[in-house]
């Protein structure tokens, strides 16, 4: 039975849904921040910021001992596993990727987003130059 869904007042980030009888665990990770938060039942029982490729949380939940793995496997294309574990055991494990799973794919988008800045940084100078002469 799913709960409410809490993670949709979350923007830009991972959302992992797991269900363990009638309690739902939703797990979140920031795109831009690091913060990770894990929800029961729409209620926050852990949360951090993280810049590490791998981080844990852990909390109990009706007498068993329930662990969220938060693992980056990609940073290129932003590939996210994230595994939910009752008394050691692995429950269930999901992937998300921020970008496209093609490597190519995502190569293009970063070199699109660098020459798009590049042009960008380009215009910017030529106008302060333009208004504040040549500084």
Do not use: W
């Amino acid at each position: 039975m799913m709960k409410n869904d809490i993670l949709n007042t979350k923007k830009l980030g991972y959302k992992f849904y797991f269900q363990d009888g009638d309690d739902q665990i939703a797990c979140f990770g920031s795109y831009f921040t690091g913060k990770e938060e894990v929800y029961v039942n729409d209620e926050l029982v852990s949360e951090k910021r993280s810049i590490n490729v791998t981080s844990k949380h852990q909390f109990e939940l009706s007498g068993n001992t329930f662990n969220v793995k938060f693992e980056m496997h990609n940073i290129l294309t932003g590939r996210l596993e994230c595994s939910l574990y009752k008394n050691k055991k692995l429950v269930k494990s999901y992937q998300q990727s921020s970008l496209f799973n093609n490597p190519k794919t995502s190569l293009k988008v970063m070199v699109g987003c660098f020459l798009g800045g590049l042009a960008g940084g380009f215009i910017l100078i030529s106008i302060l130059e333009f208004l504040l002469g040549e500084f």
